[in-house]
T-cell receptor
């Protein structure tokens, strides 16, 4: 069945460091792909999305490109801030949504 | 718009008790779903609905019932609570299934003793 695999955390970085969180998917169709962010004590909120191959989603300095050939949707940010500390979820959506297990990011000042 | 609302925010049950987690959205979304979030497991889909009167099972449906009598409301019923159902529960909605953003409620933290 469909699945989403993302890198294990936690990831600890210093402020202004480069961030990559890997995400790969398996799907029988052509899913839309999402990154959601969850801050402590809150629900998930959409960070960015891409709906077809080679699309790039971007928001708040975060980017991810839909790579059909490698079935990947890696999240990147060039310079992280303390306020980016949160849990990040990769997800795919076709006839239902599938979430990865989440990656906790901690950014140190 | 209130978005997606969930009640209660916290709940403690004893084994064998039943309860209903409430979820409502005011965005006229067709698709609604319930997830549970457990450490190291991410979000797992319990039940979902693609419109009023239509529901289907997700990945972990056992021990839970749902119904969708209106577009706005999608309650989740625990029939006989078990400690394994201790979790954080999220309700979500979207305009339709697949390529659309899901909007999440703030969650219900449930503890079953």
């Amino acid at each position: 069945g469909d699945s989403v695999t993302q890198m294990e955390g936690p990831v600890t970085l210093s402020e202004e460091a480069f961030l990559t969180i890997n995400c790969t998917y398996t799907a029988t169709g052509y899913p839309s792909l999402f990154w959601y962010v969850q801050y402590p004590g809150e629900g998930l909120q959409l960070l960015l999305k891409a709906t077809k191959a080679d699309d790039k989603g971007s928001n708040k300095g975060f980017e991810a490109t839909y790579r059909k050939e490698t079935t990947s949707f890696h999240l990147e940010k060039g310079s992280v801030q303390v306020s980016d500390s949160a849990v990040y979820f990769c997800a795919s959506g076709t006839y239902k949504y599938i979430f990865g297990t989440g990656t906790r990011l901690k950014v140190l000042a | 718009n209130a978005g997606v609302t969930q009640t209660p925010k916290f709940q403690v049950l004893k084994t064998g008790q039943s309860m209903t987690l409430q979820c409502a959205q005011d965005m006229n979304h067709e698709y609604m779903s319930w997830y549970r979030q457990d450490p190291g497991m991410g979000l797992r889909l319990i039940h979902y609905s693609v419109g009023a009167g239509i529901t289907d099972q997700g990945e972990v449906p056992n021990g839970y019932n749902v119904s969708r009598s209106t577009t706005e409301d999608f309650p989740l019923r625990l029939l006989s609570a078990a400690p394994s159902q201790t979790s954080v529960y999220f309700c979500a909605s979207s305009y339709s299934i697949g390529g659309n953003e899901q909007f999440f409620g703030p969650g219900t933290r449930l503890t079953v003793l």
